[in-house]
């Protein structure tokens, strides 16, 4: 450890042993009869969902792989999640584990308590719905669809989610048809205690890669019931994904990246038979739906823009590139959307640490095959 680390360390540890004098650390029951917290259980697609309310509740989160929810009494509550490595993982997957684990039991919850008045609906779900498309409309978002049809009546006075950092975060809060005044973020909401916190079992059983049926209908329909998407002629879509500037580089310092090294040839190829090239980053959300829904073919490397296929109408034709080794998570979503898609696997050209990246090559004759399918 160098000194630099070294002081970082001592710094951690004074500021962990100084809190632990405020907070004390939350413990386990093993028969907890807690009067304060209240479950309500809800069976969908046969896996059962449990949404909990805890009465003048904690919250303290790292905001990425814990959250750890703690009960008047310093109990903990089995609502808490807690991340941790697949073990021999090259995906760099996590799995949540036995609330044992949950570091607020070592640590105790180490920033100022902020204190608020009023009720609020926990979104948090753990790493990746902080910044990633896909895992904030399957992690994140269906949490509302679980806690209405527990709580119908309630209305809750503020939401507590990952981050407001992406537009389409915003955008898509803004659709649900919450105000600013009503959101607040975990990025700078790390501890906080109030009235009535309401908390949601994860709307994937913490397997986003099985996206239930119900998770993906409820983000459709709360987008495509309210509003009339026809006109909008985007027939032939590839998804750019931006990356031209980093080909005039050494390739070998983004082998554990996701990059098609051909995106130039592949676009013009595309442009050629008429295909649009998008950057769905560039639209808004609104947009965004719009193309995908009236799409008939789309070209795409695997990535979170993908999970826009789930707006798509049934029998859509869909061509995936991906290295060959990388889940098939889109391919879930157009299975359970009754769309027709295509896989093309391709071996990474430097070996990669991640299954989930790669510097690939598609061949054009490859895809033109695939295209007069």
């Not at 962990?16 to 029951?29: E, R």
């Not at 640590?107 to 608020?116: C, R």
């Not at 898609?341 to 640490?353: E, N, R, S």
Request: charged share 25%.
């Amino acid at each position: 450890m160098n000194f630099s680390n070294f002081i970082k360390h001592i710094y951690k540890k004074i500021i962990i042993n100084f809190f632990l004098i405020i907070y004390k650390k939350p413990i386990i029951k093993t028969k907890s009869k807690n009067s304060n917290q209240l479950i309500k259980t809800i069976k969908l697609d046969d896996k059962v969902y449990k949404v909990f309310k805890i009465n003048n509740g904690r919250l303290f989160t790292n905001n990425n792989d814990y959250a750890s929810y703690i009960l008047p009494g310093n109990e903990l509550s089995i609502s808490s999640y807690q991340y941790i490595l697949r073990k021999n993982s090259k995906s760099h997957s996590s799995i949540n584990t036995k609330i044992s684990y949950n570091p607020t039991l070592k640590f105790g919850t180490p920033k100022i308590l902020k204190i608020y008045k009023n009720s609020i609906l926990s979104l948090l779900s753990g790493g990746a719905s902080r910044v990633n498309f896909t895992h904030w409309f399957e992690d994140t978002l269906p949490k509302l669809y679980l806690f209405y049809k527990c709580f119908p009546k309630i209305k809750v006075d503020k939401i507590l989610v990952p981050s407001i950092k992406k537009k389409f975060q915003v955008e898509s809060l803004k659709s649900f048809g919450f105000k600013n005044n009503q959101i607040i973020s975990a990025e700078c909401n790390k501890h906080i205690k109030c009235k009535e916190l309401y908390i949601t079992s994860h709307p994937c059983n913490h397997h986003p890669a099985k996206v239930p049926k119900w998770n993906l209908n409820y983000i459709k329909n709360s987008f495509i019931t309210k509003r009339s998407y026809n006109g909008f002629k985007y027939d032939k879509i590839y998804i750019d994904r931006d990356q031209d500037k980093i080909l005039n580089s050494n390739l070998e310092q983004f082998k554990n990246y996701r990059i098609l090294i051909n995106n130039q040839e592949i676009k013009s190829f595309l442009l050629d038979l008429n295909f649009k090239i998008i950057k769905p980053e560039n639209l808004s959300l609104n947009n965004q739906v719009k193309v995908f829904n009236n799409a008939k073919v789309i070209v795409s490397l695997y990535g979170a823009a993908m999970y826009m296929l789930n707006f798509c109408k049934k029998k859509t034709k869909v061509i995936e590139i991906k290295p060959y080794k990388s889940g098939n998570d889109f391919l879930r979503i157009s299975n359970l959307n009754d769309l027709i898609h295509y896989q093309i696997k391709l071996k990474p050209i430097i070996k990669t640490t991640n299954n989930q990246q790669g510097l690939l090559m598609c061949p054009v004759s490859t895809l033109n095959k695939y295209l007069k399918k």
